[in-house]
């Protein structure tokens, strides 16, 4: 039984950073590998990264290599993507989620509301 919170998003130039965090509710957060996707107006939802149950382990999508950084505090139960050298084509929703260390939404249990990233040119 797991909820969870974004915050974070907003409106930003590319080129600039912005640091969503994920918080849960709770006392089995660490039972949890954290995934976080996004969606764009008219475009079905994406994979973006995920983050293994301790922290040690981390994947993303090739989109966005290099430039987001997943990274987890199971004493404070927050999940956060770091997000740098943003492009336009990063406007998105952005959704955490708990469930396994995968790439497919489907192994995903627990959702957050989502929040809003709109990258200007």
């Known amino acids: 039984q797991v909820q969870l919170v974004e915050s974070g998003g907003g409106l930003v130039q590319a080129g600039g950073s912005l640091r969503l965090s994920c918080a849960a509710s709770?006392?089995?957060?660490?039972?949890?590998?954290m995934g976080w996707f996004r969606q764009a107006p008219g475009k079905e939802r994406e994979f973006v990264g995920t983050?293994?149950?301790?922290?040690?382990?981390?994947y993303y999508a090739d989109s966005v290599k290099l430039r987001f950084t997943i990274s987890r505090d199971n004493t404070k139960n927050t999940a956060d993507l770091q997000m740098n050298s943003l492009k336009p084509e990063d406007t998105a929703v952005y959704y955490c989620a708990s469930g396994s260390y995968s790439t497919d939404e489907t192994t995903y249990d627990y959702w957050g509301q989502g929040t809003q990233v709109t990258v200007s040119s």
């Open positions: 709770g006392r089995t957060f660490s039972r949890y590998a």
């Open positions: 983050i293994s149950r301790s922290g040690d382990s981390t």
